[in-house]
């Protein structure tokens, strides 16, 4: 298959607000998820960083991945995360997805 | 759903083994694919760190990933890969899926 675009990167929200993060963002994960060339959207915790919600996503490319953010919703969702975040959110990793398994090729 | 258990972790090559230790990798994946438990095995490179190859996995336990290595072939396939690799595999980022889209929920 082509190269995809991963991304790995963490948000960091203020004290008590993990959990509330977390949920803002499975929803956009629901938004995005029929977006064009969205092919993965997972958001998980490291049990070793309270507050942190990590997002991991491969999209068909980076510019499917930067179109995400006119997703209807998507916007409304930035701005109930914003007041809430730890300071600004850091560039995740980007990845160069080569293949494997679970994602359509 | 419950949640499932994710890791994401690179392995680095020696010299000019980057290639390889990808195809490697990426032959592993198809082993692990229609493993028990196995929901992701994605195998990337990130363009900042020559040789390194990461992998990105969701399963839907951490016992379900131990067993991975029992499966036909992965400990052939892990014999092949030691030579290559530059020091021990350190241990990767464990992480708790609490969502999103794109694995089988």
Redo the contacts between chains.
């Keep these: 298959m082509s190269k995809k675009y991963?991304l790995?990167g963490k948000l960091k929200a203020t004290a008590g607000n993990g959990e509330k993060l977390?949920a803002i963002l499975?929803e956009a994960?629901?938004l995005?998820?029929t977006a064009k060339g969205?092919?993965?959207?997972?958001?998980?915790?490291?049990?070793k960083e309270e507050e942190a919600?990590?997002v991991?996503e491969?999209w068909d490319s980076k510019e499917d991945h930067d179109n995400s953010l006119n997703v209807e919703g998507v916007r409304a969702l930035i701005s109930q995360a914003m007041p809430i975040l730890d300071g600004m959110p850091q560039k995740g990793?980007?990845?160069?997805?080569?293949?494997?398994?679970?994602?359509a090729q």
């Design positions: 991963g790995h977390a499975l994960s629901q995005v998820s969205c092919h993965l959207y997972l958001i998980s915790k490291d049990r919600v990590w991991t491969v990793q980007e990845l160069e997805i080569l293949g494997g398994a679970g994602i």
